[in-house]
């Protein structure tokens, strides 16, 4: 995957709003890795308050419990960046919103805080309708931290257009 533009991941929400909007779902995001991008890139869309409930953006371990009800023990166990904290970050998302469909990304974007085991580039994420079953996939993304928080933007946006269709 390439590091999109500003204009594709514009393209990418606007064409994911008309889908929320015509089956008049509400979005909530869960943000570590890219601090709040998703939510910026969502409302930038004019009439995005028609589908667009709220933004979290939690870093810390601390606000991820506080704000997404992450259990300590699947950070101490699993980490941050893991397949098991996504998947309670987007569950707590919608726990904590009137949205209907969530979105939540974790990740490693560098330069630093990489392992072997989870190099940098290394992202999860994760979508989920309230009451139904999260869905999440990881992804190793190359390029600067900029790249990689572009590209997770662009995943994050295109598994929930699959998501809400």
């Known amino acids: 995957m390439h590091a999109p533009s500003d204009d594709e991941l514009q393209l990418q929400a606007e064409r994911l709003?008309?889908?929320?909007?015509?089956?008049?779902?509400?979005?909530?995001?869960?943000e570590s890795c890219t601090g709040g991008w998703i939510a910026?890139?969502?409302?930038?869309?004019?009439?995005?308050?028609?589908w667009f409930d709220c933004g979290l953006a939690a870093y810390s371990y601390e606000a991820k419990q506080?704000?997404?009800?992450?259990?300590?023990h699947?950070?101490?166990?699993?980490?941050?960046?893991?397949?098991?904290?996504?998947?309670?970050?987007?569950?707590?998302?919608?726990?904590?919103?009137?949205a209907s469909v969530a979105v939540a990304v974790t990740g490693i974007a560098g330069p630093g805080g990489g392992?072997?085991?989870?190099?940098v580039g290394?992202?999860?994420?994760?979508?989920?309708?309230?009451?139904?079953?999260?869905?999440?996939?990881?992804?190793?993304?190359?390029?600067?931290?900029?790249?990689?928080?572009?590209?997770?933007?662009a995943a994050a946006l295109s598994g929930l257009a699959d998501f809400v269709d």
């Open 17 to 30: 709003g008309a889908s929320l909007r015509d089956t008049k779902q509400m979005l909530v995001t869960a």
């Open 115 to 119: 392992t072997a085991d989870k190099p």
């Open 74 to 98: 699947t950070l101490e166990t699993h980490g941050a960046v893991s397949r098991e904290t996504v998947i309670e970050m987007v569950s707590g998302a919608l726990v904590h919103s009137g």
């Open 40 to 50: 910026k890139t969502v409302t930038d869309v004019a009439g995005s308050s028609d």
């Open 122 to 153: 290394t992202v999860w994420v994760a979508w989920k309708r309230r009451g139904g079953y999260p869905r999440a996939q990881v992804f190793v993304f190359d390029g600067d931290r900029e790249a990689v928080r572009r590209q997770t933007v």
């Open 66 to 72: 506080a704000l997404l009800s992450v259990n300590p």
